[in-house]
Nanobody, 123 residues
Framework: HLQLVESGGGLVQSGGSLRLSCAAS????????IGWFRQAPGKEREGVSC????????YYVDAVKGRFTVSKDSSKNVMYLQMDSLKPEDTATYHC????????????????WGRGTQVSVSS
């Protein structure tokens, strides 16, 4: 059955970097728009980044532009989120997510997602 499994989270100081990975099974990431959303305790889910299935274009929420980079390795069927210059407000559980129909701007509402990986940024 479809599986998305995230890894790479952890505790890092403000200004540090992390790279999240998401391994997919029973599907090809090339058939979907793929991305990441995050959710912090007591806050709404926030779409973070996405790669469009249709044209390969990328989307980033304003809060992470210039700091985060989304990518994928089709040969490994893995997607990544490189996070640089991390801030305490980036602290959240990060989920990879996919959808065959919705546009990247709706990444927070994509139809399938993994269990998530915790990112904690200390000040």
């Amino acid at each position: 059955h479809l599986q998305l499994v995230e890894s790479g989270g952890g505790l890092v100081q403000s200004g540090g970097s992390l790279r999240l990975s998401c391994a997919a099974s029973e599907l090809s990431l090339d058939d979907y728009s793929i991305g990441w959303f995050r959710q912090a305790p007591g806050k709404e889910r926030e779409g973070v980044s996405c790669i469009s299935r249709t044209d390969g274009g990328t989307y980033y929420v304003d809060a992470v532009k210039g700091r985060f980079t989304v990518s994928k390795d089709s040969s490994k069927n893995v997607m990544y989120l490189q996070m640089d210059s991390l801030k305490p407000e980036d602290t959240a559980t990060y989920h990879c997510t996919i959808d065959a129909r919705r546009p990247c701007q709706a990444v927070r509402d994509f139809g399938a997602w993994g269990r998530g990986t915790q990112v904690s940024v200390s000040s």
